[in-house]
């Protein structure tokens, strides 16, 4: 069964985003006192009383702005609106009611969806009495809460959990594949996000900077659930040193990378692989992450023949580290090879999972040996006894050697692809973990 969604739906400043992430338990959302700050919807899975719901947090609802970006956030918040189950609508206590907040209530009125209404900044009991103007809002009763102390959070969470089905003990979720997509800038992220999931889920602009917040969508493939996290776009660190609010974000582009179970690196095609992109590979391989390499923008590169294995050559060249990520281009703006990618992300999520048994390890282990000596050093020669794999995600694998000192970087990249050729392990890392056999 499906999560209930919450929305959190406000004007500018008005609390959602400090109250979401009191919700969430961690950092999720950027709360920052500067108006537009949360621009895309932001989910977090949440849990009361055996309740488990999704809530998503909302730009600021700017009704008279005519600024594309804040345009663009309204119709967020709309969309949020048209998807959840029950929204929370967010005013401020010491504020009062506005000009703006009469505006959203008439946009979440006709919607038709349950609705709390939530006076937030209520800091102590003895600022009760100032929800009661939020009355003449037509929205039913208003609920005080202050997101800073927590307060009234419970009598809230009550009032929400009331519009869910009653909990189903048996509903256990899933593992599902995560996937996350990253890259510089304007290479196409959003675009290819919304191409994939056939809806304007994120914002898509031409502006530097326009996705701030990595954002979760569930959605399915062929019967199969994923999540795909929509990031930031990563610049170098001199670009944004002083800029705390997409510094913050280059942050959770990366923490995106860490969760993820396959990370799509998304390059410009008109641009090839830049200084950044490759930065951004290194990060993706050093977290022993699966990955698919997305050419965007291939509609807009002149071809001819031979074109496509130049340039494949190129990246191969630019990202040696990173050889065992397939290659695909594709063009988010024309759906060209998009609907490719989803099968991708399944083949190597199925590699970098896979388990090997100990015998056959060990059988191509010998033949490598038997067809390449290990190295000596000092008249001592290497000796690797037997292998064993320890765990997955990436394949990881526990060499028994007689001196680790004598491991050749060569020889284990040697290694490396003797195991790829034999078992494929295509899209992602493999690990090698030495140990030195105690002797009897």
């Not at 067809?371 to 028994?400: D, E, H, K, N, W």
């Amino acid at each position: 069964m499906a999560r209930p969604l919450v929305a959190i739906v406000g004007r500018p400043n008005v609390g959602k985003s400090t109250f979401f992430n009191k919700m969430a338990g961690s950092r999720i959302s950027i709360v920052e006192n500067t108006p537009g700050v949360t621009r895309d919807r932001v989910y977090a899975d949440c849990e009361w009383q055996n309740y488990k719901f999704t809530m998503i947090d909302t730009g600021g609802i700017d009704p008279d702005s005519d600024d594309p970006l804040l345009k663009q956030m309204r119709r967020q918040a709309e969309i949020a609106i048209e998807t959840c189950d029950v929204i929370l609508f967010f005013v401020d206590g010491k504020e009062g009611v506005t000009a703006d907040d009469e505006t959203v209530a008439d946009l979440i009125r006709r919607s038709g969806k349950p609705t709390l209404l939530v006076v937030n900044k209520v800091d102590n009991v003895g600022q009760m009495a100032n929800i009661y103007d939020f009355y003449q809002l037509g929205m039913g009763d208003p609920i005080g809460v202050s997101s800073i102390n927590l307060l009234n959070f419970g009598d809230l969470l009550e009032e929400i959990c009331k519009h869910f089905p009653e909990p189903d003990e048996e509903d256990d979720e899933e593992e599902v594949v995560k996937i996350a997509v990253v890259g510089k800038p304007n290479v196409g992220k959003s675009s290819l996000v919304n191409r994939l999931l056939g809806e304007d889920r994120v914002m898509v602009s031409d502006i530097a900077g326009t996705t701030r917040d990595a954002i979760d969508t569930h959605f399915t493939d062929n019967g199969e659930e994923f999540v795909l996290i929509d990031t930031a776009g990563i610049r170098r660190k001199r670009a944004i040193a002083y800029q705390s609010l997409e510094r913050f974000s280059v942050v959770r582009s990366f923490a995106a990378i860490d969760r993820a179970n396959v990370v799509l690196l998304v390059i410009d095609a008109t641009q090839g692989v830049t200084e950044q992109d490759t930065k951004i590979a290194g990060y993706i391989d050093e977290q022993g992450k699966a990955a698919v390499i997305v050419i965007n923008k291939w509609d807009a590169v002149a071809k001819e023949t031979g074109t496509l294995e130049s340039f494949t050559k190129e990246i191969r060249k630019d990202l040696q580290f990173m050889d065992y990520a397939p290659v695909i281009f594709l063009s988010a703006l024309t759906g060209q090879r998009v609907n490719r990618l989803i099968d991708k992300v399944r083949e190597v999520q199925a590699q970098t999972t896979r388990r090997i048994t100990t015998g056959l390890l060990n059988d191509v282990l010998a033949d490598a040996q038997n067809a390449m000596q290990p190295p000596s050093m000092s008249g001592r020669r290497l000796r690797i006894y037997y292998a064993t794999q320890a765990s997955v995600a990436p394949p990881t694998f526990v060499l028994f050697v007689n001196d680790e000192k004598l491991m050749h970087f060569s020889y284990e990249r040697y290694l490396q692809n003797a195991f790829r050729k034999a078992f494929g392990f295509d899209g992602t890392p493999i690990r090698f973990i030495l140990r030195e056999k105690v002797k009897d």
